[in-house]
């Protein structure tokens, strides 16, 4: 079992930054890809970035390449998503998720990842 535990999120203006983190603890021994989603007010969950195990590949959704960058510190076990230039239309709660990387890696499916962090809102203002 891996815990997730996300922080970051807030209430900012359109055009700012903001990071979240993910934090994981439990079987950290096993090896995860690592991914953020988004879900909006009245929509389906969302894909935005997702990175493997060994951080060498991420991937984005089109809506937020080019501002948002993941990335990950294993020896922190943690995941990060740096969001710039942020738009009213951000605005959601975040989620933080870990696919075991011994399947393949459907970085886009949110079925596809097992273990979930709690969400996190963020808000952007115009």
């Known amino acids: 079992q891996v815990q997730l535990a996300q922080s970051g999120g807030g209430l900012v203006q359109a055009g700012a930054s903001l990071r979240l983190s993910c934090a994981a603890s439990?079987?950290?021994?096993?090896?995860?890809?690592m991914g953020w989603f988004r879900q909006r007010p009245t929509k389906k969950r969302e894909f935005l970035a997702a990175?493997?195990?060994?951080?060498?590949?991420?991937y984005y959704s089109d809506s937020v390449k080019g501002r948002f960058t993941v990335s990950r510190e294993n020896t922190k076990n943690t995941m990060y998503l740096q969001m710039d230039s942020l738009r009213p239309e951000d605005t959601a709660v975040y989620y933080c998720?870990?696919?075991?990387?011994?399947?393949?890696?459907?970085?886009?499916?949110?079925?596809?990842?097992?273990?979930w962090g709690q969400g996190t809102q963020v808000t952007v203002s115009s």
């Open positions: 990175v493997t195990w060994n951080g060498e590949s991420a």
């Open positions: 439990g079987r950290t021994d096993t090896a995860y890809h």
């Open positions: 998720a870990a696919a075991d990387a011994q399947y393949r890696f459907y970085y886009f499916k949110d079925d596809n990842y097992e273990y």
